[in-house]
């Protein structure tokens, strides 16, 4: 077991201790883990909030403070968009489902999109990341699957009369198991009796369940054995499928009567060929087709290779879709390809590029008329739509991409306009519109060294962004073209960036460090105007008083400290702080905010707050987003005031939160889950 002293814990990034308590459960204290399992189905725990206890004495209240009796706040959220799309892992998760409408999934959400008119609809029934999803064309239900500690798989019905602020219904609850780690694919039959589930665990152990037991236990089930399971195809008209993993494939058969699974392997007849096997689908005619991760394709007759066309592809085939008509089918894969086919294995036209040579890792198909559209989910996030006779590429949604574990930490929001700027370990800088799915701009950097972007500000026409490596950089905030950079680094340190600031004047940046210290930068020329020394620990959050004269500071042992921003020193004396108003409300540690923490928490557990009007949002490592009324203070004897709590959409931590400039929305990312979310802010008149 790895451990770790407290004084070796303070010196680690914010970064690797989020990490670190993400993965590795076992090094959680275990009593907060108990809390944490409280809280989680809803129970309170009677001890002292010792945040609240350690604290309060230190934070003084306002001479007019005027704290009322705890109450819920009289607004509720209603997650309105989602901009993410779950390719870590994951393939063939994208399906058109009629209507001009895509199904997938992002975070622990399933996900529907009107792709003309960017509306989207939730199936809101998982708690952790979905990493799998069918689709039944002929019944209108999905099927979504999950990680966890007790995977579990959802069906759901796509209800096409939905209103937009209802979510989707669940119709059957699948759980598979303590000993499983999660769930790789799913499939329904043809005759949709019965729904395949394939688990993540060293067997790639496969389960039949019969969709006319709602919550039934599997009615058969066997093990893969593929050393990793990364494709599913269903036969179109027999209770048959094949799976494509690490070590092959293998073709399944179902006795109804025997209630009992059988399985054929693959003889290629070529033991290289036999190690990976990427993609798989079948024919109409029900033969199959599959791709390699050396990039040939193979037709299969039963579990005999008829036919192979090598080297399609450069690198691996991630998805393989027939066209509805049977005339053809596409390829597509790692070189970010697709590839046209006709039903004779003749290549049409050119291959059709994806921008950054995107990968591809979903492909489907939905023809009208003599029309065909095909739907793409690639590896960096991002859904096209391709007309494939034209060879034409329109984006359908760009989002920060977590393939390669990059997490999305980033958000600011102007003051006058319904915008979000996001960024991430991806090397990417993002302005979205509110509503839209797809940038204004993006700022990309070096692909060969691409920075870890991490914490953001912006300010009239500037936009301040820091990175783990240390740089700061300073950009247009409406084109997102470079203004400065500057290495915030000590000369024998090279540790990063955790939180910057621009004062309301706009004359001074405050750069919060790792190296414990803030530094001030005058705007009008970036020079370094002084540093502020005094905090143990590194720097999470900061805030400026409204005439921009004193700035606030919590830090990672959980202080709250004030500073001067003509002298840079610190003010101890509380009569000079604590009647100053605040422009903002991102310190999550302060009088307005102590009520938002919980009975259990300590100070890691909520990552950024922000407040706007007589409402007080915060993100928690529970994966939640809690609204409350503002200020969150405490009344003698109180350990915590009441809140409205979102869970279920994201689902990793929640690192980051924003009100919009008007108050009427709120936007969230989510770290590992890649996603920034859009809820909107609804006002209702009493608790309820």
């Excluded at 069918?134 to 759901?156: E, F, H, I, L, M």
């Excluded at 080297?311 to 998805?319: E, K, R």
Aim: aromatic share 8%; net charge negative.
């Amino acid at each position: 077991m790895l451990g770790i002293f407290p004084s070796q814990r303070r010196r680690l990034s914010l970064k690797h201790i989020k990490s670190l308590r993400h993965h590795r459960h076992h090094l959680m204290n275990p009593a907060k883990m108990i809390a944490r399992a409280n809280r989680r189905q809803g129970r309170r725990s009677e001890k002292v909030n010792p945040l609240v206890a350690q604290r309060a004495g230190a934070i003084v209240a306002p001479s007019n403070a005027n704290v009322k009796a705890d109450a819920l706040p009289k607004a509720t959220l209603r997650l309105e968009q989602v901009v993410g799309y779950r390719s870590r892992a994951c393939s063939n998760n994208v399906f058109w489902i009629g209507n001009g409408k895509i199904a997938y999934h992002a975070a622990s959400l399933g996900i529907t999109l009107d792709v003309a008119n960017h509306v989207q609809q939730f199936f809101c029934g998982h708690c952790d990341d979905v990493t799998a999803l069918a689709y039944d064309k002929q019944q209108r239900r999905a099927a979504t699957g999950q990680v966890g500690k007790v995977p579990y798989v959802c069906v759901w019905r796509i209800d096409e009369d939905l209103p937009p602020n209802q979510r989707y219904e669940r119709t059957h609850k699948f759980d598979i198991g303590s000993n499983m780690s999660g769930v790789s694919a799913l499939g329904f039959t043809a005759d949709g009796h019965y729904l395949v589930v394939i688990a993540s665990n060293n067997d790639n152990d496969v389960f039949l369940f019969d969709l006319n037991q709602p919550d039934g236990e599997p009615i058969a089930n066997a093990r893969a054995s593929l050393q990793g399971v990364y494709d599913i195809a269903m036969h179109p008209s027999k209770c048959e499928f094949v799976t494509a993993g690490g070590r092959g494939a293998k073709f399944w058969t179902f006795d109804p009567e025997e209630k009992s699974l059988g399985a054929k392997t693959a003889v290629f007849g070529d033991v290289k060929a036999k190690m990976s096997t990427t993609a798989v689908t079948y024919l109409n005619d029900g033969r199959v087709l599959s791709g390699s991760a050396s990039g040939d394709l193979r037709v299969w007759k039963g579990n005999q290779v008829d036919h192979k066309v090598e080297g399609i592809h450069t690198g691996s085939i991630y998805s393989i879709a027939t066209y509805p008509d049977d005339s053809g089918f596409v390829t597509a894969g790692r070189d970010g390809t697709l590839k046209r086919w006709n039903s004779d294995f003749e290549s049409i036209g050119d291959p059709i590029e994806m921008p950054r040579n995107d990968a591809i890792r979903a492909v489907d198909i939905q023809q009208d008329g003599d029309s065909m559209t095909a739907i793409l989910g690639t590896a960096l996030s991002n859904l096209y739509q391709v007309d494939l006779s034209s060879g034409n590429v329109e984006v359908v949604m760009d989002a920060h991409d977590s393939v390669q574990d990059h997490e999305t930490w980033g958000l600011a929001t102007p003051d006058d306009a319904e915008e979000v700027f996001t960024c991430g370990a991806d090397g990417t800088v993002r302005r979205y519109k509110a509503g839209k799915l797809v940038p204004e701009e993006t700022y990309y950097s070096d692909t060969n060294d691409p920075s870890d972007y991490k914490t953001m500000d912006t300010k009239d026409n500037l936009l301040a962004v820091g990175t783990n490596e240390g740089i700061l950089h300073i950009f247009d905030s409406t084109t997102l073209k470079p203004v400065q950079k500057l290495d915030c680094t000590s000369k024998d340190n090279n540790r990063g960036i955790s939180s910057v600031k621009f004062s309301p004047d706009g004359k001074t940046l405050a750069v919060g460090t790792f190296e414990m210290m803030i530094h001030l930068y005058t705007t009008e020329t970036w020079e370094l105007e002084r540093s502020c020394q005094g905090h143990t620990s590194f720097v999470i959050s900061l805030d400026w008083c409204k005439d921009s004269s004193v700035l606030r500071s919590n830090s990672g042992d959980y202080e709250l400290l004030f500073w001067n921003r003509e002298s840079g020193e610190q003010v101890t004396k509380k009569e000079e702080t604590k009647d100053l108003e605040w422009a903002t409300t991102q310190c999550t540690i302060c009088w307005e905010t102590l009520g938002m923490w919980q009975v259990g928490m300590d100070g890691t557990d909520i990552n950024a707050c922000d407040s706007h009007g007589d409402l007080l949002i915060n993100a928690n490592d529970l994966g939640e987003i809690q609204l409350l009324t503002f200020p969150a203070s405490l009344l003698p004897g109180d350990q915590q005031r009441k809140a409205r709590v979102y869970g279920n959409a994201h689902s990793a931590h929640v690192m980051n939160v924003r009100f919009s400039a008007s108050g009427e929305k709120v936007f969230s990312v989510g770290g590992l889950d890649g996603c920034m979310m859009q809820w909107d802010v609804v006002r209702v008149d009493s608790e309820e």
